[in-house]
């Protein structure tokens, strides 16, 4: 999640040069943080700096995991500072190449929401729901703010529910609904000399920052630990108190499985998988002053790969590859469901 701290809270320019030499220092993490710094650049004012760092990224030799994403924040940091023209250029270019993430969806939608361009907001919106949401039988957590932008977005343009609003609606957890949220016409605290509406006004303003605090206190996701077939091998022949954890590679990958599954059953949102390799663990270890065969490290290396940006969302979205690398696709590996 992008930090949203006012600028008279944070050195936003120190805090992006923090996370600039630690990229240097973990280059395998080096994406999530140099779009964390961006982000800081662009708090600050510093919008020029901040498309740099988009820059470097998207010149890099090594392919990025998150090319679109990187190529929607650049869009929408450009349009902020007077360069339209190509906002726009690259906002098509994103639509065009038709990601399976919703967060690029999200953020061009949004980018030209905020110049008032509802009607193309809407289509981006809706776009990103055909391609992501269609014969999906339950949303995923990272899908939800594009219903939520979306509904937002329709309800300014005045136009009827149609299923994926009313889609919305249900996904949306707050006391106050999100046609209430989402009203065109709400009257606001600073127009009102009504203390009935002034009260109206501050209950929805309290649901609007429970969701906010709610989305902020999961800045990442409930990452499960896996690891390739070779990664497995290394780590359990070289610390053999893991064997017990690990029997083999197959129960393992069946085990991930499971358990994503059991959390879903049991309403937990925000899934996802993060991709252990052993010198990662083994750097973790020593950072921790742990004993890498110590198994109740496992789940902490786990969360702090998710904190770095690491975790991919489960389940994968409509025809996208399994999670556990074989290839095939996910609907054919190990999102079967089992007669």
Known sequence: MRPDTPAENVDHPAEAARLERTAARYPEDAEALLLQAAAHLELAGDRPAATALYDRLLSSADALETPHLVRALKASNLWEYGHEAEARAIIDGVRTASPRDPAPWVIVAESLESHD?????????????????????????STHPLLFGRHRVRRMLGVSHDEWDTLADTLHSSSVSLDELHDPKRVWSLGSDNPAELEAEISRLRAELGAYREALSRPFPVAVLHWPEGELAELVGAYASLAVEYPSHEEHLATIEGSLRELAASGTPNLGIVTGTVPSYEAFAASEGASPGDVDLLPQYATTLAARGRAVVWPPQRGAS????????YGDCHGRTEA
Do not use: N
Request: aromatic share 10%.
């Open 117 to 141: 361009e509802l009607e193309a907001a809407q289509e981006t919106f809706t776009e990103g729901a055909a391609l992501l949401l269609t014969d999906v039988p339950e949303p995923p957590y």
């Open 322 to 329: 399994c999670w556990c690398g074989s290839g095939d696709s």
